[in-house]
C-alpha cells in the first residue's frame, strides 16, 4: 500500500509541472497573438487540476495507511 501514495505523489507532481509548463506556453502564445493559446491555456488547466488531484489522493492514501 506505500507503492500507491508514493505512485500517486510522484505522478502527480510530475503532472503539476507538466501542467505549470503548458500554463508558461499558453502565456507565451497569448502575447506572440497566436490564436491558439486559449487551447493551450485549456490544456493547462486540465494538466494542473489532474496533478492536484493525484497528489490530494496520495494524501488520502497515506492517512488510511496510518
Do not use: P
Request: hydrophobic share 45%.
Amino acid at each position: 500500500m506505500k507503492n500507491k501514495g508514493l505512485f500517486y505523489s510522484i505522478s502527480g507532481l510530475l503532472i503539476i509541472g507538466a501542467g505549470l509548463s503548458f500554463l508558461g506556453e499558453a502565456i507565451i502564445k497569448k502575447y506572440t497573438n497566436t490564436s491558439d493559446w486559449i487551447l493551450w491555456g485549456t490544456i493547462a488547466l486540465i494538466t494542473t487540476h489532474s496533478g492536484l488531484c493525484l497528489f490530494g489522493q496520495a494524501i488520502v492514501e497515506k492517512i488510511k495507511n496510518q
